[in-house]
């Protein structure tokens, strides 16, 4: 498979949702254009990749489960999420 291929409902499948969620849709491509960002890949490129299918599966499966930008990561320490953080870190332009 492809990730040019992944549909929103192989993506409900592998979560098991009972139901048509269209946060999938928003999730799939937020999942590809992090995977762009992060690598510098082309859509083309990220298609030659059968692991990068896998990523996408789990960043997916990561955006839908932690669907809050702060998690708790230990009993007392409230944490941003890491990908969400990693995005925007990845967009920001006022970094000192």
């Known amino acids: 498979m492809k990730v040019s291929e992944i549909q929103e409902s192989d993506l409900q499948d592998y979560l098991k949702l009972e139901f048509n969620d269209p946060l999938i849709g928003i999730f799939l491509e937020s ?50 999420n890491i990908v969400a953080k990693s995005i925007l870190d990845m967009h920001s332009h006022n970094l000192l």
């Open 31 to 80: 999942a590809k254009s992090y995977v762009k960002s992060y690598t510098g890949m082309t859509d083309e490129q990220m298609d030659s990749y059968d692991d990068i299918v896998a990523v996408i599966y789990v960043l997916v499966s990561d955006m839908y489960d932690n669907r809050m930008y702060a998690q708790k990561n230990t009993k007392v320490t409230i944490a941003p």
